[in-house]
């Protein structure tokens, strides 16, 4: 158990509404990211943080923006929903003396009506 | 682009039997790292081993193995003694390492079921 949580876990919101997911862990760990688990695509990187305030983009990040205001937080908002964002999403940590190994989150399953 | 590649959507094997999931990948990366991770039907992302583009042996985590194969890219899981609760989805992914950490390249995955 790496200590991480996703809030919520489930959401249906309507299309062209804000939307915010929140992961939290609890071990101060530095490095932050999430991911988006569609069939056929395995999980792609949307957005990652390398510490407070610092993020950049993943592969898939058009349409989301992230913030890290704590350690502990790490938040994913999706300014104006599209039913293309409907997926899980998978909040993950670096952990280890070289941050190698990567844990998840138990996942978000958004759907956008 | 890094690209990670499972050909085999879907497989068998019975139980108490060997199985060998498949991964190549792309990389033009001197220093890197190859992951694989389950997923069971209940959705969260368990990892399995890792190995390093630099370790001399193949890694091994109890039935888990990793046939690293460098000059061919490919990183196998061998998963020894199959049992029923070895049913699930298993993603190989490879490590790219950043400022930003380690960012990962994932494959669209196997899907492996064990059978009486």
């Known amino acids: 158990d790496a200590g991480i949580t996703q809030s919520p876990r489930h959401k249906v919101t309507e299309t062209g509404t804000p939307v915010t997911l929140r992961c939290h862990q609890t071990?101060?760990?530095?490095?932050m990211y999430w991911y988006r688990q569609d069939p056929g695509h395995g999980l792609r990187l949307i957005h990652y943080s390398y510490g407070v305030k610092d993020t950049d983009k993943g592969e898939v990040s058009d349409g989301y923006s992230v913030s890290r205001s704590k350690t502990e937080d790490f938040l994913l908002t999706l300014e104006s929903a599209t039913s293309s964002q409907t997926s899980v999403y998978f909040c993950a940590i670096s952990v280890g003396d070289s941050f190698y190994e990567q844990y998840f989150g138990p996942g978000t399953r958004l759907t956008v009506t | 682009a890094q690209k990670i590649t499972q050909t085999q959507p879907g497989m068998f094997v019975q139980e108490k039997e060997a199985v060998t999931l498949d991964c190549t990948y792309d990389?033009?990366?001197?220093?890197?790292?190859l992951f694989w991770y389950k997923q069971p039907s209940s959705g969260e992302m368990i990892f399995l081993i890792y190995?390093?583009?630099?370790?001399?042996q193949n890694a091994t985590e109890g039935r888990y193995s990793l046939n690293f194969q460098k000059a061919r890219k490919s990183a196998n899981l061998v998963i020894s003694a199959s049992q029923l609760g070895d049913s699930a989805m298993y993603f190989c992914?490879?490590?790219?390492?950043?400022?930003?950490?380690?960012?990962?390249?994932f494959g669209t995955g196997t899907q492996l079921k064990v059978e009486l």
């Open positions: 990389t033009s990366d001197q220093s890197y790292g």
């Open positions: 071990e101060n760990h530095r490095y």
């Open positions: 992914a490879k490590r790219r390492v950043t400022r930003g950490g380690n960012k990962l390249t």
């Open positions: 190995q390093g583009s630099y370790d001399e």
